[in-house]
């Protein structure tokens, strides 16, 4: 019997070395970081509920600086009690999260923290 052609609905097979299947990356592609959000006249008690509503949210803000990372989003900040200044910076998200997004969630978190 002579061969069929081969149809759409049949898979195809590739053999690979096997050297190919066992490589390892080097590291990771980081995702830049976007610039600082620093954000003024920031109460110890505006502070205090910021930190209140990260954390339930699962996301551990402790402390006046640090940093912090939930479903591959990490986040750094720092803030500075005696000049009532919290600066926020997304230092990295996963390719299918857009940094805009980032910065804009913090802004609304922190909006909402001062009113």
């Known amino acids: 019997m002579g061969k069929h052609p081969r149809t759409p609905f049949q898979p195809l097979y590739v053999v690979f070395p096997l050297e190919l299947l066992n490589f390892k990356c080097a590291k990771e592609i980081p995702m830049a970081q976007t610039a600082p959000q620093v954000f003024s006249s920031i109460t110890p008690e505006q502070y205090a509920t910021l930190t209140a509503k990260a954390q339930a949210a699962g996301i551990s803000l402790s402390g006046n600086s ?3 990372s939930k479903y591959g ?3 750094a900040w720092n803030y500075a009690p005696d000049t009532q200044t919290l600066t926020l910076q997304c230092l990295g998200a ?3 999260v857009k ?5 804009a969630k913090i802004q609304t978190l922190v909006k909402e923290s001062l009113s």
């Open 66 to 68: 640090g940093k912090a």
């Open 73 to 75: 989003v990490e986040i």
């Open 94 to 96: 996963p390719f299918f």
């Open 99 to 103: 940094p805009e997004d980032v910065n």
